[in-house]
């Protein structure tokens, strides 16, 4: 057995390549027997060679060699220069002055640094990539469907056409058909007439051939004929066909028909972001760093007029709206507390959720109605209409879109689906296994988007917050604190997210709200006497809005610095 090649033999000396190794020369790199110690050294005596147990190997630094000095080792490293240098380079004036550093320490931070970098590949960075391949696929899915749809559109189209169509050329042969019955009609009775001339010239005809031997003169001069009467012919009918005009088949057809605008493939400028929370001070849209306030304070209280209040949105920094157990929606001013404007639900039903678009008009959601709906200029136009869902809770995306969580009508699954306009273009359901991502029953769902562009649902039934990525894929669970204010059960409500990408949710059963950061870590609570939080929102300088339920206020809460 080869001991060079077997796997299953021991270890073999590198110089004889027979005794067992137990030595190993840290400066070389060579496995030695005992015996060639001796051989090694006197093999190469330019070099220091550092000999240790087998076990020890790789313990001694290999210091690199000098680039200037030939056979000294560099065991300093200038910082100014940013390279290695040897004790003859300290000697000479080429490093005077500079700041130097023991490259063990430099080769220490170096691993340091490549270990933090190893780790942000592995934890955030990596992930991140199969979040973006993830985020690529489903719009590669969406696409397919959309372009089927566009597909579907098309030929149900030509079907249309080719119905209308058919319909034309059959109204187009029968009045041919009619037509002609109508002139065969008439070239019919104009034969019969001429046939019916023809016979009585053959009687006539065979009357004079009896009469040709007859000597009877008085027979004779009674005979008369109808020559002149026949001389005058009957006149020629010339039938006129209609003349078929065929519309002319160009290019203008397929206007009529219809057309396709161009498709694109733009870049948001955007992109994808880093699922991190570390602040690049580098990045200049990158929002400015705010620390937690150790005690938060309650700025302002707004009384509202509902029996009870459920929720609450920013639509600028001075006003809010609101909506509770009525019908009403109701706009106030933060600073002074008045009423500003109050609309009414088209029918007449409370709204269910409330949010303020990326242009500033307000939405809602009627679940007994089955629409979603937009308020612009104080008139409300229907977006959507479900047949087999129902909508309830809603938030406005960074982007413009609208996302919505349905319950189905047996109240039994629950559904995030987002909306460009009334254009439906994504739907957040199932995990990975094929399992619920949210629990039976919609009652108490809120949702709203981090900055990272995650997903984050409150879901009150499952004593949950669930975050999901832009893809719907699952990123953490959010099951509450131990050291919750009231020591109750985790029972979240209302949910919202500041600059910091922190989430924040309302918890009903202990009276405060839980702030946590974008990888679901607990950071704080806020209770500042709060009672029975529902609602939240945050105003564009990070203030917190909460509605009480009960108490039928809504404080302005400052929690961060």
């Given at each position: 057995?080869?001991?060079?090649?077997?796997?299953q033999?021991?270890?073999?000396?590198d110089?004889?390549?027979?005794?067992?190794?137990?030595?190993?020369?840290d400066t070389?790199?060579?496995?030695?027997c005992?015996?060639?110690?001796?051989?090694?050294?006197?093999?190469?005596l330019?070099?220091?060679?550092?000999?240790?147990?087998?076990?020890?190997?790789?313990?001694?630094p290999?210091?690199?060699?000098?680039k200037?000095?030939?056979?000294?080792q560099?065991?300093?490293?200038?910082?100014q220069?940013?390279?290695?240098v040897?004790?003859?380079?300290?000697?000479?004036?080429q490093h005077?002055?500079?700041?130097?550093?023991?490259?063990l320490?430099?080769l220490d931070?170096?691993k340091?640094?490549i270990?933090?970098?190893q780790?942000?590949?592995?934890?955030i960075i990596?992930?991140t990539y199969?979040?973006?391949?993830?985020?690529v696929?489903?719009?590669m899915?969406?696409?397919?469907k959309?372009?089927?749809?566009l597909?579907t559109?098309?030929?149900?189209h030509?079907?249309?056409?080719h119905?209308?169509i058919?319909?034309?050329v059959?109204?187009l042969k029968?009045?041919?058909?009619?037509?002609?019955?109508?002139?065969l009609?008439?070239l019919?009775k104009?034969l019969?007439e001429?046939n019916?001339?023809?016979?009585?010239?053959?009687?006539?005809i065979?009357s004079?051939?009896?009469?040709?031997?007859c000597n009877?003169?008085?027979?004779?001069f009674?005979i008369?004929?109808?020559?002149?009467r026949?001389r005058?012919?009957p006149?020629?009918?010339?039938?006129?066909?209609?003349?078929?005009?065929?519309g002319?088949i160009n290019?203008?057809l397929?206007?009529?028909?219809g057309?396709?605008?161009p498709?694109s493939?733009?870049?948001?400028?955007?992109?994808?972001?880093?699922?991190?929370?570390q602040k690049?001070p580098?990045?200049?849209s990158?929002?400015p760093?705010?620390?937690?306030?150790?005690?938060?304070?309650t700025?302002?209280t707004?009384?509202?007029?509902y029996?009870k209040l459920y929720e609450?949105?920013c639509?600028?920094?001075?006003?809010?709206?609101?909506?509770?157990?009525?019908?009403?929606m109701k706009?106030?001013?933060?600073?002074?507390?008045?009423?500003?404007?109050?609309?009414?639900?088209?029918?007449?039903?409370?709204p269910w959720?409330?949010?303020?678009?990326?242009?500033?008009?307000?939405?809602?959601?009627?679940?007994?109605?089955r629409?979603?709906?937009i308020?612009?200029n104080?008139?409300i136009?229907?977006?959507?209409?479900l047949?087999n869902?129902?909508?309830?809770?809603?938030c406005s995306?960074?982007?413009?879109d609208l996302?919505?969580?349905m319950?189905?009508?047996?109240n039994?699954?629950?559904?995030?689906?987002r909306?460009s306009g009334s254009t439906?273009?994504?739907?957040?359901?199932f995990?990975?296994?094929?399992?619920p991502l949210?629990s039976?029953g919609?009652?108490?769902?809120?949702?709203?988007?981090?900055?990272n562009l995650?997903?984050c649902?409150?879901?009150s039934?499952?004593k949950?917050?669930?975050?999901?990525?832009?893809?719907?894929k699952?990123?953490?669970r959010?099951?509450?604190?131990t050291?919750?204010?009231?020591n109750?059960?985790?029972?979240?409500?209302?949910i919202t997210?500041d600059s910091?990408?922190h989430?924040?949710?309302?918890?009903y059963?202990?009276?405060c709200?839980?702030i946590i950061d974008?990888?679901?870590?607990?950071?704080?609570?806020?209770?500042?006497?709060l009672?029975?939080?529902?609602?939240l929102?945050?105003?564009?300088?990070?203030n917190?809005?909460?509605?009480?339920?009960?108490?039928?206020?809504?404080?302005?809460?400052?929690?961060l610095?």
């Amino acid at each position: 057995m080869d001991p060079r090649t077997s796997a299953q033999d021991v270890m073999r000396c590198d110089l004889c390549e027979t005794a067992v190794v137990k030595m190993h020369c840290d400066t070389c790199l060579v496995n030695l027997c005992t015996n060639c110690v001796g051989k090694h050294f006197s093999a190469d005596l330019s070099k220091p060679h550092t000999i240790v147990d087998f076990k020890d190997r790789k313990s001694t630094p290999l210091y690199p060699e000098c680039k200037f000095h030939n056979k000294q080792q560099c065991t300093m490293y200038c910082n100014q220069c940013g390279t290695s240098v040897c004790t003859k380079c300290l000697a000479s004036d080429q490093h005077l002055g500079h700041k130097l550093s023991e490259i063990l320490q430099v080769l220490d931070e170096k691993k340091e640094k490549i270990l933090k970098e190893q780790t942000e590949l592995n934890e955030i960075i990596y992930p991140t990539y199969q979040d973006i391949a993830s985020d690529v696929q489903n719009r590669m899915s969406q696409l397919e469907k959309e372009y089927g749809d566009l597909s579907t559109a098309i030929t149900k189209h030509g079907e249309d056409w080719h119905r209308e169509i058919d319909k034309l050329v059959k109204k187009l042969k029968a009045e041919v058909d009619e037509m002609k019955n109508t002139q065969l009609q008439i070239l019919q009775k104009h034969l019969d007439e001429i046939n019916k001339t023809m016979a009585d010239i053959k009687d006539e005809i065979d009357s004079i051939d009896v009469i040709e031997d007859c000597n009877n003169i008085s027979k004779l001069f009674s005979i008369t004929t109808n020559v002149d009467r026949y001389r005058n012919l009957p006149q020629k009918i010339l039938p006129s066909l209609p003349k078929f005009g065929p519309g002319r088949i160009n290019e203008e057809l397929g206007k009529i028909f219809g057309t396709l605008s161009p498709s694109s493939l733009t870049l948001d400028k955007h992109g994808y972001s880093i699922k991190t929370t570390q602040k690049s001070p580098e990045a200049g849209s990158s929002p400015p760093v705010k620390q937690l306030l150790d005690e938060p304070e309650t700025v302002v209280t707004i009384h509202t007029k509902y029996g009870k209040l459920y929720e609450v949105a920013c639509l600028s920094d001075e006003e809010i709206w609101t909506s509770g157990n009525d019908k009403t929606m109701k706009l106030y001013s933060i600073n002074q507390g008045s009423l500003l404007k109050s609309i009414t639900t088209k029918s007449g039903n409370r709204p269910w959720d409330i949010a303020v678009t990326k242009s500033g008009d307000l939405v809602y959601t009627d679940n007994n109605d089955r629409t979603l709906n937009i308020v612009k200029n104080e008139k409300i136009e229907e977006v959507i209409r479900l047949q087999n869902w129902k909508p309830r809770n809603i938030c406005s995306t960074s982007s413009g879109d609208l996302l919505v969580i349905m319950v189905s009508i047996d109240n039994i699954q629950i559904k995030v689906v987002r909306y460009s306009g009334s254009t439906e273009k994504q739907t957040i359901q199932f995990d990975d296994q094929g399992k619920p991502l949210y629990s039976s029953g919609g009652y108490f769902k809120y949702i709203t988007e981090n900055k990272n562009l995650d997903i984050c649902v409150s879901d009150s039934e499952a004593k949950a917050v669930v975050v999901v990525n832009q893809a719907g894929k699952l990123r953490f669970r959010y099951t509450g604190h131990t050291s919750a204010p009231k020591n109750q059960s985790f029972c979240p409500r209302g949910i919202t997210t500041d600059s910091q990408s922190h989430i924040l949710t309302a918890d009903y059963n202990n009276e405060c709200v839980h702030i946590i950061d974008q990888d679901g870590q607990f950071l704080r609570y806020i209770d500042c006497g709060l009672s029975i939080p529902c609602g939240l929102c945050i105003d564009t300088n990070d203030n917190l809005f909460v509605a009480q339920f009960r108490k039928q206020k809504v404080k302005k809460i400052k929690y961060l610095q």
